[in-house]
């Protein structure tokens, strides 16, 4: 591999959308009934308003037409707002890393097509309505009732899986030096609270998931050798 190539950029998302589940189970003999009371199965459309992203990556050439490289991007505010109550919901910082395979189709001009294919990891740490969420869960290991059980709720960052793909346009500007734009398609899914508690016949469990999509409008400079 040679030739290495520097992305800065930065994106606004004009579109997202995507579903929450939320399922909860509980059998009882009496001592879970506050918990088993609260837990039902659920679904929620939602509509992502995290809007802005920065992000950079590092690629080579394989070949004259192939790049292979790796990336990140990084959300100040990811969040979301679902259709059952109306209201914005954040998430927190979230931090994505993808491997990148991008193959770049020159023109008769200076002007090139790139059409790519990305995927990795998706880091979340919470804030807000998703930290007030989790830490609920985990206040509950601690209630009289619950706490001769054994109870576990996830704390820290929630980690999940983002798969991408996207084209564009580059400008060459100079031999080292190009400008960019991008429309990207970007897929999440990630378990965002994960509670479960049992003891003496008694079991519950509850979990939330998010599965979505966003859409977004990149530009960029690309900094190193075209080839």
């Known amino acids: ?26 059998s009882t003999t009496g001592t879970f009934s506050q918990i088993c009371d609260s837990l039902a199965g ?7 308003t995290s809007l802005f992203m920065v992000g950079l990556e590092f690629m080579g050439h394989v070949t004259p037409g192939l790049r292979l490289g790796l990336g990140s991007y990084f959300l100040p505010s990811a969040k979301l707002e679902p259709e059952q109550t109306g209201d914005e919901f954040v998430l927190g910082s979230e931090l994505d ?15 090139y097509l790139p059409i790519r294919a990305m995927g990795g990891a998706q880091l979340i740490f919470p804030r807000n309505e998703l930290e007030d969420a989790r830490s609920a869960q985990d206040n509950l290991c601690s209630d009289d009732y619950v706490s001769g059980a054994g109870c576990s709720a996830d704390t820290g960052p929630v980690l999940g899986l ?7 346009g580059i400008l060459a500007v100079h031999r080292m030096l190009r400008l960019r734009g991008d429309l990207l398609f970007q897929y999440v ?4 609270t994960d509670f479960e508690a049992s003891g003496q016949g008694d079991a519950a469990s509850a979990s939330t998931s998010l599965a979505g999509y966003r859409v977004w409008v ?5 900094f190193g050798s075209l080839q």
Do not use: W
């Open 218 to 222: 990149s530009a960029g400079l690309e």
């Open 97 to 111: 890393g993808h491997l990148i395979i991008e193959g770049v189709i020159p023109t008769q001009s200076i002007f």
């Open 1 to 26: 591999m040679k030739g290495l190539v520097i992305l800065p950029r930065v994106a606004f998302a004009p579109a997202g959308e995507g579903e929450l589940t939320f399922e909860g189970s509980c």
């Open 42 to 48: 659920t679904e929620s459309d939602y509509t992502d």
């Open 162 to 168: 983002n798969l991408g793909a996207g084209m564009g």
């Open 189 to 192: 899914r990630t378990k965002l």
